[in-house]
Each structure stands twice: as C-alpha cells, then as structure tokens.
C-alpha cells in the first residue's frame, strides 16, 4: 500500500531557528515522485518543490532545503533561518500512477517572533 | 502564464439547498482537473479528478457530483447539502501526463462552505 506519514502533527519554534519537517513515504513502485506543497493561513496550496525517484541529490533553494534518501524512504524539508512568514500547514506528498497524489496529514509550522 | 479561478471564496448554505462551485483554468490546454475537500485541521481529500471533457472520476462516495462540460471548466455540484459536506474546498490542475503522475498541481484559492 502507498502512504504518507508526517508524524509531526505540529511543530512551534522562535524566529530565526532552524527546523525540519519530516516526511515518510511507502511505495512499491519503482518510479515515483514526491512532492511538497505550503498552505498559509489564507488557504492556497502552494507548490514548492518535485523530485523523481531516481534523483537523490539534495536540493537547496535560498532557506529552504529537501533531504531525499531513499534508503529510509524519507524526504525531509528544512528550513533554515526560519521566519514568521514561514508559519503555514506544509504538506508532503507522493505521486500515485493513476494521475493522484498519496497526501500526508500536514505539519503546522508555527514561528514565533 | 496559467492562472486558476475558483468561485466563490465562501459560501454559507442552508441543508438541502443545492450546490454548485467553479472552477477555470486559463492558460492551458486540456489540463488535468481536480476537486479536493480540507475538512478543518485536517488533510486533503479527493473527490473528483477529470482527463479530459466529460471524463470524471470519483474517489469517495457521497452526494457531490462533478461535471465538466469545457476543457478548461470544472464544476463542483449537489443537489442537496448535508452539514457533513461543510468544509474547505479546493479545485487543483496539472499538466497532462502519461503513465505516473509526474506534474505538480497548482491550486486556487479554495472556497470556503459552512452548511447551517
């Protein structure tokens, strides 16, 4: 069965601190993507970044960094320097082959000033 | 560039009133179309995605129905509404893609519904 855990239901921390978002994912399939979407408090989901499952290289865009291992079936999302714009309900997701995504619960990221 | 447009952003009706949310892309060509509900505090749920003109497909059983009667045009609809359909609801595209589901979706802003 495909699945997605974010077992960090939520997760409070101060401004300027690191954290880092977990994500675990079940699949059979050898070929799979994963995905990471934000939701702000306004609601839109916003997309952030794609991987395949044959690239395991780590991917860093300004604060925001994505650690894919495989071997753990882990997609871990960090971001460093957190901010108070950084608060949202991030979520983690896996591509299924029938055109759906396998979502997990979502992690409330709360940054404090 | 493309842009998505969901209709209306909150919504407030009475059990057993009818239902009827859109949803357009503009943009694109014969996008992949989906319907999702985020009951509060929780994750996603899909109810409803489309390859295609008059092509829908349903996961969860209950009493919405999808239509989508242009390439670009999705709508969310029931007949009468139950207070269990309250909730956040949030129509999504992609590209088309063959085989696995490789391309993000890109969401709209979401229409929020309480049912009273």
């Known amino acids: 069965a495909q699945k997605v855990t974010q077992a960090q239901t939520e997760i409070s921390v101060v401004e300027k601190e690191d954290v880092t978002l977990d994500c675990v994912y079940e699949t059979r399939d050898t070929t799979y993507y994963l995905f990471w979407y934000k939701q702000p408090p306004s609601g839109e989901l916003v997309f952030l970044i794609r991987r395949n499952s044959f690239d395991e290289q780590n991917e860093i865009s300004g604060r925001y960094s994505w650690n894919f291992q495989k071997s753990t079936s882990s997609f871990n999302f960090t971001i460093t320097a957190s901010q108070v714009v950084d608060s949202a309900v991030y979520f983690c997701?896996?591509?299924?082959?029938?055109?759906?995504?396998?979502w997990g619960a979502g992690t409330k990221l709360i940054i404090k000033p | 560039s493309q842009t998505i447009h969901q209709w209306p952003a909150t919504l407030v009706q009475p059990v057993g009133s009818p239902l009827s949310l859109e949803c357009t892309v503009e943009?694109?060509?014969?996008?992949?179309l989906y319907w999702y509900r985020q009951a509060a505090g929780r994750g996603l749920q899909l109810l409803f995605y489309s390859v295609g003109i008059g092509q829908i497909s349903s996961e969860v059983p209950q009493n919405l129905s999808a239509s989508r009667p242009q390439d670009r045009q999705f709508i969310l609809s029931s007949k009468k509404l139950l207070l269990s359909d309250s909730g956040f609801y949030l129509c999504a595209w992609s590209i088309t893609s063959t085989g696995y589901n490789n391309q993000p979706q890109h969401f709209g802003d979401g229409t929020r519904l309480s049912i009273l």
């Open positions: 997701a896996l591509s299924r082959s029938n055109y759906q995504l396998i």
């Open positions: 943009g694109t060509s014969n996008p992949n």
